[in-house]
């Protein structure tokens, strides 16, 4: 992945529409607790704001969608938690499979996956494959990822094919990363108003926009992202050249 601007794209009234979206979708459990409903319910209903996030990123012309959707700290949650996410994600995995080879989807993950249950693997593997001849969205889902874990199987790479020093540079790195060859990162919002990246893309938002909203996952919808876009397309990105 190249931090080089020319990556988002002109459409309609000439306004600029990212190429590539970066969602961390935080705000599940607050959702149910105001509620007076468990953590699952919430879990439940962002399921349900992925789904409308894939589908307003098709109408909006946005490239490539990648969503936060498990993190390597997430194991640390309560077992009964890990195991309703690990459900949650063989029931909509099977439900929504065909609506994304409709609508031209291709899936791609990033992450250690494999560390998921063998059937839970097969799933995921065989989702990719058969998404695999679309052309349009490229959606990307991080699952069992931690940017600091990627940097560091990154570098581990460098050090096995023997590189020398000299010859290590960004170009080097990215070919390296989870990501590489999705485009470069133009826009990363994070739901529920909180205001950091915990542990995201970290390498890959170097020169993106940051968008914090405060909107809970459950209730994001398409509306939501198209103000996010609109304000990508009002900022000015200048990479650090003036």
Known sequence: MSSAPASSVAVGDGAAVPRHVAIIM??????AARRHLPRVAGHRAGMEAVRRA?????TLGIGALT???FSSENWRRPAEEVGDLMGLMRFYLKREIDE???NNVRLRLIGDWRRF???LVRDLDGAVARLSGNSGLLLTIALNYGAQDELVR???KVMAEGLAPESVDTAAIEARLDTHGLPPLDLMIRTSGEARL????LWQAAYAELLFIDTLWPDFDAADLERAVAEFGRRERRYGGR
Not at 54 to 58: P, V
């Open 100 to 102: 994304l080879d409709r």
């Open 26 to 31: 935080d705000g599940n459990g607050r959702w």
């Open 117 to 119: 249950d063998p059937d």
């Open 198 to 201: 915990s542990n995201f893309l």
């Open 154 to 156: 990154a570098v581990r």
């Open 67 to 69: 969503l936060f959707a």
């Open 54 to 58: 894939i589908r307003g990123a098709g």
